[in-house]
Structures are given as structure tokens and as C-alpha cells.
């Protein structure tokens, strides 16, 4: 269902229905469960998307270009390996996006309900298909880059 229709067309659904209604309209175009990538990159951008299109981990704040996912941290550090947004891409060991769902509602229970913005994954519509790694990399090679200049 996803495929058909554009994130901006599911936010207004996710912002219309409520989270029960949803999950169930979603539910009437799938009629297997999707199976998570093998490919340990496809994996986790896959786990960051369906994080980014959750009701809770999903959840924006801010407006235009200062609008982030409230729930999902950035990325603090590029010399360790990137474990996902409060460690999920490595706790997660499931297979299904069914298991996955069920994982997210149950884990949003331990996770810190206050956020700081600044430290918060920015939202970005005009680059829908660029993802959370290259982002931070790129920020970063910019940070760089100017230090480099001083």
C-alpha cells in the first residue's frame, strides 16, 4: 500500500484515523506479511522507514525546515557502527514488518519521552529517497570541510 501511495498521503491518514483504524485500512491491502531485506544496509534503512511512518516513532514536531522526528535521535558518532536510532537496528531480530510493528509498540514503552530538537533526526520532504546514513555524512563532511577552511 505504500507503494501506491505518497508519504504525504499516509501522514494525512495517520493524522485522520486513529492509530486502530489505520493499522486496519492498512492491513486490507496486505495480504501476506512483508518480509524484512536480507542486506544488512536494506535492513536497516528499512527498520528507519517504518520507524519514520510509526504513530510514535513517526511523530513530528517543529515547522519547515526545523521539523524532526521527535522520537528518533541522531546519530552521534560515525567511528562506531550505526546501530539505529536507540540501538533498534541491532536489538531487533525479527523478520516480518508484523514483527517488527509488534516490536516498535512494545519498545516505545523504554525509550525517554522527552526530546531535544537539535539532537533529533530532521525531517526532509524535498529528498524523500535520501537516507538517514548518507544525511549524517554528508553533515558531518560539512562540519569538516569548514574546520579544514579556519
Known amino acids: 500500500m505504500s507503494d501506491i501511495l505518497s508519504k504525504e498521503q499516509l501522514l494525512l491518514l495517520q493524522q485522520t484515523l486513529t492509530y486502530e483504524v489505520y493499522e486496519q485500512f ?16 536494506d535492513r536497516n ?3 528507519l522507514d517504518t520507524m519514520k511512518n ?3 516513532w513517526g511523530r513530528i514536531v517543529g515547522w519547515g525546515d526545523n521539523r524532526v522526528y521527535c522520537h528518533l535521535p541522531k ?12 540501538g533498534v537496528y541491532s536489538m531487533f531480530k525479527g523478520k516480518s514488518k508484523k514483527e517488527l510493528l509488534k516490536f516498535l509498540d512494545e519498545f516505545k514503552k523504554y525509550t525517554p519521552d522527552t526530546f531535544t530538537p537539535n539532537k533529533c533526526i530532521p525531517v526532509d520532504i524535498e529528498k524523500p529517497q535520501e ?4 544525511t549524517e555524512i554528508q553533515q558531518h563532511d560539512i562540519s569538516y570541510d569548514s574546520w579544514l577552511e579556519d
Open 45 to 47: 534503512k528499512y527498520i
Open 131 to 134: 537516507d538517514y546514513e548518507s
Open 26 to 41: 492498512m492491513e486490507m491491502f496486505n495480504n501476506e506479511d512483508e518480509i524484512l531485506p536480507i542486506d544488512i544496509e
Open 54 to 56: 510509526h504513530e510514535y
Open 75 to 86: 546519530r552521534n558518532s560515525f567511528v562506531v557502527e550505526d546501530t539505529g536510532p536507540h
